[in-house]
């Protein structure tokens, strides 16, 4: 469960009960499976993205962001 985007992953935590006692625990990443639109391909483009690198795409686009993460869209 890694975000292609930004390579956000899941983080180590501890779990505190009342009586203070930790067990550990797994905080994973907020993943969506969105469609977006790529305007170079004309075409939607399925990904699996954290919410952060939505965010990212809505502000750069996606092909300024699929860019810097050295993915190829034209696989998708």
Known sequence: RIC?????KANRANKVSFSNHKTKKLQFV?????????EAGK???KLRLSTKALKTIEKNGIDAVA??????LRKK
């Open 4 to 8: 292609p985007f930004t390579g956000k």
């Open 30 to 38: 907020n993943l969506q499976y969105k469609k977006v639109w790529w």
């Open 43 to 45: 075409r939607f483009v």
């Open 67 to 72: 860019k810097k993460a050295g993915i190829d």
